[in-house]
């Protein structure tokens, strides 16, 4: 039980194009699902709290603007980056809360803007 | 302070032995803490939770917690290769949030 589906894996992209990254728990609903980042041999960073029906939580120093999140339903939530430029790329991860209030994790989408 | 505070290593143990994991807290109303395994280039995988004081056996996997040290480590008996990874000692903040340290890489060597 607890499985988070992450898609694309790989996302290759041009600067100044959008690009969507999905996060699906699959034997579970989850209200609630996180979005991180994660830069190479540094620890998770989170970048927004969602809750499904509702606006997405920000941390600080993360642009909204630039990273909608979207948390439709239950068991989806969608991180986009908009106009993205060679600094957005990074590793981006998203979890869900499942048993137990831990969070699980999905495979990850490793994003290179060129 | 940080947070969360772990050893970032490299710990470095021979196949069989028991690796150590440390990992310490600042926020003493803590209640929640987690074990993750990362390996390099992937996501972090759920090792295990604990929310008592003592210590909680899964396996090979013992997490032990220490509230009044504000204390929690992970014991890996009979260390394999395949358990070389980053490990992340995770603290719940609040009703949702998971802070993270900075990660323990094991290398176990065979």
């Known amino acids: 039980g607890a499985v988070v589906s992450q898609h694309p894996s790989w996302v290759i992209c041009k600067s100044g194009t959008s690009v969507k990254i999905e996060c699906r728990s699959l034997?579970?609903?989850?209200?609630?699902m996180f979005w991180y980042r994660q830069f190479p041999k540094q620890s998770l960073m989170l970048m927004a709290t969602?809750?499904?029906?509702?606006?997405?939580?920000?941390e600080q120093g993360v642009e909204k603007d630039k990273f909608l999140i979207n948390h439709a339903s239950l068991t989806l939530s969608t991180l986009t980056v908009t106009s993205a430029h060679p600094e957005d790329s990074s590793f981006y991860i998203c979890?869900?809360?499942?048993?137990?209030?831990?969070?699980?994790f999905g495979a990850g989408t490793r994003l290179s803007v060129l | 302070q940080k947070e969360v505070e772990q050893n970032s290593g490299p710990l470095s143990v021979p196949e069989g032995a028991i690796a150590s994991l440390n990992c310490t807290y600042s926020?003493?109303?803590?209640?929640?803490f987690f074990w993750y395994r990362q390996y390099s280039g992937k996501s972090p995988e759920l090792i295990m939770f604990?929310?008592?004081?003592g210590d909680k056996e899964d396996g090979r996997f013992t997490a032990q917690l220490n509230k009044a040290s504000q204390y929690v480590s992970l014991l890996i008996r009979d260390s394999q290769p395949s358990d070389s990874a980053t490990y992340l000692c995770?603290?719940?903040?609040?009703?949702?949030?998971?802070?993270f340290g900075q990660g323990t890489r094991l290398t176990i060597n065979p």
């Open positions: 604990i929310y008592s004081n």
């Open positions: 995770a603290v719940k903040k609040g009703a949702q949030k998971l802070v």
């Open positions: 034997d579970f609903q989850a209200t609630t």
């Open positions: 926020d003493r109303g803590s209640q929640s």
């Open positions: 969602s809750n499904e029906g509702s606006k997405a939580t920000y």
């Open positions: 979890s869900a809360s499942g048993t137990y209030k831990a969070q699980y």
